[in-house]
């Protein structure tokens, strides 16, 4: 089965409203193979009605985060709720920095995806190991470990693409090789393979971030277990243009 490609840009807390009407204007004009990827962008909370209204219709819009159960008495949170009433489609979870600097578990991500999966969102889930993980060799123990807390509360995974972004790569300017890449994304692969379906395997998108950038991304997209990119800094900038455009490696 052929997997979209797919590019994601993840603003992460950055921003002004001009900032952020520039950015739109860009992409809005850019020329990109509508057909060959799918786009989604992530601002703050704060601007996500205002990007969604900007924004070209065959782009979309994900939020950074939203709250593992029904929305109430949660002080600085968003709910899932919210994103059905925004219409908001996508959703990034697990953010290494979310898992890191807030201590979000393996366990309360995967309940997270399963929630916003419960209410009709697409997720993102993010996977990845540090650098003193990948160092002591234990770089796919900890991914297949965090993957799988996902696996055991999601039962359809059509809505679900895995992002594997290692720690180390992240803001860092050190991408991981093209073959670093493909080394984790074809285990992935074989994992959910043994551990979810074969018909999952072959359908479930697996992107990479890290340092991606318009230099990087062409040869990285063509890894065959490559489907895309999670974007941080260079999707605050004109280069994402290229980055989407990286698509057409897949043809
Ligand atoms: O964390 C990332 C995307 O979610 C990647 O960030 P950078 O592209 O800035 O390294």
Redesign the pocket.
């Known amino acids: 089965m052929g997997r979209k490609f797919f590019v994601?840009?993840?603003w992460?807390c950055n921003g002004t409203t001009e900032e952020v009407k520039k950015i739109v204007t860009t992409l809005n004009e850019a020329k990109v193979p509508g057909e060959d990827v799918v786009v989604v962008v992530?601002p703050p909370y704060v601007f996500l009605p205002f990007v969604k209204s900007l924004l070209r219709s065959d782009f979309h819009v994900a939020a950074q985060n939203a709250w593992v159960s029904k929305g109430g008495a949660y002080t600085g949170e968003i709910s899932a709720e919210m994103l059905v009433n925004l219409d908001i489609p996508w959703v990034?979870l697990g953010?290494?920095?979310r898992r890191q600097l807030l201590n979000e578990s393996n366990e309360f991500v995967g309940d997270k995806v399963a929630y916003a999966l419960s209410l009709g969102r697409k997720v993102?889930a993010?996977i990845g190991e540090t650098l003193e993980q990948r160092e002591s060799g234990s770089t796919f123990a900890v991914v297949a470990e965090q993957t799988k807390a996902i696996a055991a509360k999601v039962s359809n995974w059509d809505n679900v693409v895995l992002?594997y972004?290692p720690v180390w790569?992240?803001?860092?300017?050190k991408?991981a090789t093209p073959a670093q890449a493909q080394e984790v994304h074809a285990d992935l692969r074989k994992w959910v393979h043994d551990n979810v379906s074969a018909e999952v395997a072959a359908s479930v998108r697996i992107i990479y971030?890290?340092?991606?950038?318009g230099g990087n991304s062409k040869e990285l997209a063509s890894q065959p277990d490559v489907d895309g990119?999670?974007?941080?800094?260079?999707?605050l900038k004109p280069e994402f243009v290229d980055i989407i455009n990286a698509a057409t490696v897949k043809n």
């Open positions: 994601g840009g993840n992460k992530s990034i953010h290494s920095e993102i993010c992002a972004e790569a992240i803001g860092t300017g991408v971030g890290g340092s991606v950038n990119f999670l974007v941080g800094g260079a999707s």
